[in-house]
T-cell receptor, first 113, second 113 residues
Framework: AQSVTQLDSQVPVFEEAPVELRCNYS??????LFWYVQYPNQGLQLLLKYLSGSTLVKGINGFEAEFNKSQTSFHLRKPSVHISDTAEYFC???????????FGSGTRLSIRP | NAGVTQTPKFQVLKTGQSMTLQCAQD?????MYWYRQDPGMGLRLIYYSASEGTTDKGEVPNGYNVSRLNKREFSLRLESAAPSQTSVYFC????????????FGPGTRLLVL
């Protein structure tokens, strides 16, 4: 079955530390991959997406993600987090054979001063 | 541009009551979506409309109906609300289905007693 997994429901980190949020999807020939962020009491907004081309994708607010086809992963990274990055992060995948996007269960990133 | 707007922001219903959640977008997008967000479950697709005049079921359509009134508006109706429908509902839109960024509204918080 087509699915996307975010293994970490919560990730606490200290301010200015690096962070990696993990995302894995079930194997497929062709996928489109997304990371969305949801700040408290708001809707989701796009951080970055991978459609094709370079496997390293850069997004807004200093985030980047790397598409790894052999490991079916699309992990999100930031070298130094700020308090303002406190939010919930959702990985999403659209399989080329499907018309719908599937969202992961989300990872809550909490930043400690 | 207002983007995607949703009304109401909050609603409390009694079991068995009906209501319609309204969604409108001013980006001339072809595709629109309704999701529900529950703790630990991410976003689940209820219904979507690939283009004006078409609607399709998503992952959790039971208990809901939708209407794509025109290109701008996509409403979600609960005919007989149940406590299991207590959730936060998000409307989203995108230019198309393939690899397109989805733009989300601010959400409607629904409590069914």
């Amino acid at each position: 079955a087509q699915s996307v997994t975010q293994l970490d429901s919560q990730v606490p980190v200290f301010e200015e530390a690096p962070v990696e949020l993990r995302c894995n999807y079930s194997s497929s020939v062709s996928v489109y991959l997304f990371w969305y962020v949801q700040y408290p009491n708001q809707g989701l907004q796009l951080l970055l997406k991978y459609l094709s081309g370079s496997t390293l994708v850069k997004g807004i607010n200093g985030f980047e993600a790397e598409f790894n086809k052999s490991q079916t992963s699309f992990h999100l990274r930031k070298p130094s987090v700020h308090i303002s990055d406190t939010a919930e992060y959702f990985c999403a995948v659209r399989y080329s054979s499907a018309s719908k996007i599937i969202f992961g269960s989300g990872t809550r990133l909490s930043i400690r001063p | 541009n207002a983007g995607v707007t949703q009304t109401p922001k909050f609603q409390v219903l009694k079991t068995g009551q009906s209501m319609t959640l309204q969604c409108a977008q001013d980006m001339n997008h072809n595709s629109m979506y309704w999701y529900r967000q529950d703790p630990g479950m991410g976003l689940r697709l209820i219904y979507y409309s690939a283009s004006e005049g078409t609607t399709d079921k998503g992952e959790v359509p039971n208990g809901y109906n939708v209407s794509r009134l025109n290109k701008r508006e996509f409403s979600l109706r609960l005919e007989s609300a149940a406590p299991s429908q207590t959730s936060v509902y998000f409307c989203a839109s995108s230019q198309g289905l393939t690899g397109e960024t989805q733009y989300f509204g601010p959400g409607t918080r629904l409590l069914v007693l």
